[in-house]
């Protein structure tokens, strides 16, 4: 495991701050004990990242210098794929199979960042006059990036690619269940060479680390991946400042399987959208609409899979769902699990951890499907963040688009038909910021991301990824050589 030592401004040294347990959640050995980031860390970070980004060494690279940087970073992360997976895993809990696609994730962000700021162009406007007019980009200056706890790499890439890519300085906080693969980022930015103070990675907690990066004056723009509630402080801060915040915050996706999807299809897909990640996931599809001509059917047959899915240890390659990632997050899913049998819910399957020796040293929870209850259940409004599906029966297109949009949230629905008009248009009136069709959680980096409602404001990935982290500035540059019209005629016998 990485040491009890922190990236400060470039300089490694231990954190002065409140102690960071980081524990395995198959077994819940001891990872590391880590002191995080203090208030006078955070500061001095915030100090040099103000210096390096203004000091023409980096500020006055020209576009395709500051893209070798990534070019490096992204072989680096390839490189060191396998030990990053491990260390995901054990601070995280999810297996090696996924943290070593995400891994090789944030290394195709790195290079796709690469790649479009060696291409992006600033725009030469329409003249209406003797003046040429330009519409061009500057970094912001500083900018946090602040990541949760789920998926930390790539959601790190994610931030930090496109944000130095604009030639900003970046202060990386993670969370504190999972501040361990970040400093590994650390490591391989380290080694690419780039000018120390430009990225720093700060662990602790959000009343410390977060609170101040947020309202900082030199911090220029915050990014922030995680709870709507948090979001939402961190927008008002924001707002005080005039300064522009992205906002990837939470889910509570509908899937809508109609009557005449491929049900091998829609089944497979609506398992792998709710129980990969052990439902740990923003975008998991956690309120299933069925069709109810299908209904009794669809669910028998999902029912079944589910319990055939295989519940186990992160390093075994048959595992399919892992532990969840702390203990007080398992406990958080058992309640919504009760909430929903208080309420009137059918548990169909699941709702508990399972037992046995592996499974009692680690915090597992059974994938767990519920029915019985309308939209208006609390297990149908509020994120759970855990592998537990709740199952709705519809009649219609228009059931289907009123109950999908009966949310606070829209960040993703998921539809399965084999009438793509019809996927159209429920689509199209779907209030999601991503829909997928006979899919589900399937991403590129080209493709911007992000929710609606309160699910967030702003966009991530794309090219336009990168604009999120530069300042707009126009230019006109006179072409008369003439003196301006208006005092001309002031000039006198020189003019």
């Known amino acids: 495991m990485p040491p009890d030592l922190l990236s400060i401004g470039g300089e490694w040294r231990p954190g002065r701050g409140a102690e960071i347990t980081s524990i395995f959640p198959a077994d819940r050995s001891l990872n590391r004990v880590l002191h995080g980031a203090s208030r006078e860390d955070v500061l001095e970070a915030i100090d040099r990242a103000e210096a390096a980004q203004r000091d023409p060494a980096w500020r006055n690279l020209r576009a395709h210098e500051r893209a070798t940087y990534l070019y490096r970073i992204a072989q680096g992360i390839a490189d060191s794929a396998d030990r990053i997976a491990h260390v995901q895993s054990r601070d995280t809990g999810k297996t090696l199979k996924e943290t070593k696609a995400l891994a090789l994730s944030a290394a195709g962000t ?23 007019s330009v519409s061009a980009h500057e970094p912001i200056g500083v900018v946090a990036a602040i990541t949760p706890w789920n998926s930390p790499i790539a959601s790190d890439a994610q931030k930090v690619a496109p944000a130095l890519a604009a030639g900003n300085a970046v202060l990386l906080k993670p969370a504190s269940w999972s501040p361990l693969v970040s400093l590994e980022l650390a490591r391989i930015v380290e080694a690419s060479g780039l000018p120390k103070g430009l990225f720093s990675v700060l662990p602790g907690s959000g009343s410390v680390v977060g609170d101040l990066l947020v309202g900082h004056p030199a911090v220029g723009k915050v990014s922030f991946t995680g709870g709507t509630e948090v979001g939402r402080g961190i927008a008002c801060k924001a707002a005080d400042k005039m300064m522009p ?31 990969s990640s052990s439902g740990q996931s923003c975008i998991a599809g956690s309120r299933l609409l069925v069709e109810r001509a299908i209904y009794e059917q669809f669910v028998a047959r999902l029912v079944a899979a589910t319990e055939r899915l295989v ?63 309308s939209n208006a259940a609390r297990i149908c409004r509020e994120e759970i963040f855990g592998p537990v599906l709740v199952v709705m029966p519809f009649d219609d297109e228009a059931e289907a688009i009123a109950v999908a949009n009966d949310n606070d949230f829209g960040l993703a629905c998921g539809i399965w038909t084999r009438d793509l008009l019809r996927a159209r248009r429920v689509g199209s009136a779907v209030q999601a910021g991503t829909v997928w069709v006979n899919t589900y959680k399937q991403f590129s980096i080209a493709t911007p991301f992000g929710g609606v409602k309160d699910s967030g404001l702003g966009r991530e990935k794309g090219r336009d990824g990168l604009r999120a982290y530069m300042s707009q500035k126009s230019w006109y540059v006179d072409t008369s050589e003439r003196p301006y019209p208006w005092a001309a005629s002031v000039l006198g016998g020189g003019a």
């Open 311 to 373: 519940i186990g240890h992160p390093f075994d390659p048959a595992t399919q769902v892992a532990p969840l990632i702390h203990d007080d997050h398992r406990d958080s899913v058992a309640d919504y699990v009760k909430i929903g049998l208080e309420e009137g819910a059918t548990l169909l399957t699941g709702g508990a951890p399972p037992r046995g020796d592996v499974y009692d040293q680690g915090i597992y929870f059974a994938p767990t499907i519920l029915a019985g209850v």
């Open 110 to 132: 790195f290079r796709y960042f690469a790649a479009v700021l060696e291409t992006a162009e600033d725009a030469l406007t329409p003249a209406r006059g003797d003046y040429l």
């Open 245 to 275: 915040v992205s906002l990837e915050l939470g889910g509570k996706s509908a899937t809508i399987v109609f009557a005449d999807a491929d049900l091998d299809v829609a089944i497979a897909g609506v398992l792998f959208g709710i129980f």
